[in-house]
């Protein structure tokens, strides 16, 4: 577990659990876009610096890892995303349910499961 040690740069659990919990329901979103559901982990890893791991689970599956991009803890932005992974492809419709489980750098977990209504983006 890393040190819980508010920097007021939300770069550990204690800073960003509390926004996390409060914005569960942003946590995933699903996209129809060119033929195929897009789902969306951006909210999540804009927060990622408090984070150890995203692991994510389609339609009852396996949880998989998630790939984070590094914190950048050594600029004025170190949630910004410059690169990585925001989305996966999916077949049109093909997408059901979304089950998120997120490590936090203290080391504790949440989870959820989002139904595609639920998360589908107009």
Avoid at 1 to 26: D, Y
Avoid at 27 to 50: I, K, P
Avoid at 59 to 70: D, H
Wanted: glycine share 8%.
């Amino acid at each position: 577990a890393e040190p819980q040690v508010a920097t007021g740069r939300f770069l550990t659990a204690l800073e960003v659990k509390p926004i996390l919990t409060a914005t569960r329901n942003s946590w995933v979103a699903v996209r129809e876009f060119n033929g195929q559901d897009l789902v969306y982990m951006t909210h999540l890893l804009s927060w990622r610096c408090g984070l150890v791991a995203i692991h994510v689970g389609l339609n009852g599956g396996a949880l998989e890892p998630w790939p984070m991009p590094e914190c950048l803890e050594d600029t004025a932005t170190p949630n910004a995303l410059r690169d990585g992974v925001i989305y996966t492809s999916h077949p049109l419709g093909s997408v059901e349910t979304v089950t998120v489980e997120i490590v936090y750098d203290d080391l504790t977990t949440d989870r959820a499961t989002f139904n595609r209504l639920g998360v589908l983006l107009p």
